[in-house]
């Protein structure tokens, strides 16, 4: 038999694999005790499926806690899929869903509020993974005022907690951006924030902020915030209330310019060493280039102008060891573009890599290995130092 200790070892070492962890488990009840603080470190429930399903995933998961209660202490973080694979985005001839947009699970089921209960989360995820536009306005999203007192009230709990270490929200609505941040107002572990698709039920012009009177414990370490396909957002994280000034990640998502340049601004310090940016002015970028930043990643919609744009606002010397461009596959670059790349080089002595992240449009007729070598043929300056990678991508 094999000593403990070797065991521990060789299950810490296959953390990352879950099925092979599990396996393991089945294998030998030797490995079961180290193997399972793994595999129960973290947890994904996903919707029930449509067709009627008798126990859905989170009634199987409930059961399996109350059943085994010393599973339960295991559980770190729960990743909660509001809406996903089990509805069809697809369109039918028509032009209209193949499945009719719909209440999510969470609003109706109750098996949730009684796993949260037995549960200490150090992170918590509530996300839809459907196109924005299946669901305008939110009119299908989870409903904060809407839910049930059960369910509410075990979300309160988890958001309020002295554990709790990361937040991530995509699909809400709420009263209002004061609603949202109380939530997470006495969260005094709170080190990760994301939030996007939030949807607020005041009206624009009449929208609460949180009180600068009061207090807001988390120091936040990094922050993800995105007003695309869902109600402004940006401009209410500007608050004195609101610690920014410890963020080592940073990604902001927001058409609206000035509230973008505010917010980055704001967020972006010495301590700031990952940026993501989307839809970039590039007028904007000399002002947020910190010098300790060691990666920043560019959503865009015109890349090659973006960036030659990103590499001449580097005008002294930067730490800068990633950069990455996503966006559509369209065009290539220029001879000038290509120079002004070239020249700001000697400023990035750090640099590693340069991705180019790229989805190709239903009507585009290139395939993407030639456009991609056409790319290559016009950026010798990073592909002479070995510095570009090309990758081919999904669009959101």
Known sequence: ??????????????????STLKSCCLAARTFVSSAQAHVFNKIDILPPSLDGARSSPC???????????????????????????????????????????????????RSL????????????ALVENGPWEWNTLGAFSMNW???GPALKSALAAVFSSPLLESVHLRGIVVESPAQLFSFFSEATSLKEMSLSRVYFNQRWD???????????????????????????????????RIDLAHLASVTVATDLGGWRRKLVQAAVSSATEHLCLFRPHPDFLPSVLGANLRSIHYFTTDMFQLMAAAFAAYTRESCLETIVFEGPAR????????????????HLPNLKTVEVKAYLWADMDMPFNMWSAQVQASLPSLVRRGLLTLTQTQCL
């Open 1 to 18: 038999m094999l000593p403990q200790e070797l065991i521990d070892l060789t299950v810490d070492h296959l953390r990352g694999d879950i």
């Open 59 to 109: 009634q199987k998961l409930y059961k399996l806690l109350t059943s085994s209660p010393h599973l339960a202490p295991l559980v770190n973080e729960l990743h909660i899929v509001i809406v996903g694979s089990e509805t069809s985005f697809d369109f039918n001839s028509d032009g209209e869903y193949l499945v009719e947009p719909h209440v999510p699970w969470i609003m109706t089921g």
């Open 113 to 124: 509020a009684l796993v949260l209960r037995l549960l200490n989360l150090k992170r918590i």
């Open 145 to 147: 005022n809407k839910m």
């Open 206 to 240: 009449a929208r609460d902020a949180w009180p600068e009177s009061r207090l807001w414990c988390p120091r936040l370490r990094s922050l993800l915030i995105s007003d695309v396909g869902g109600d402004s957002l940006c401009r209410y994280l500007l608050n004195p």
């Open 331 to 346: 065009g290539v670059g220029t001879r000038t573009e290509d120079a002004k790349v070239d020249s700001a080089l000697v």
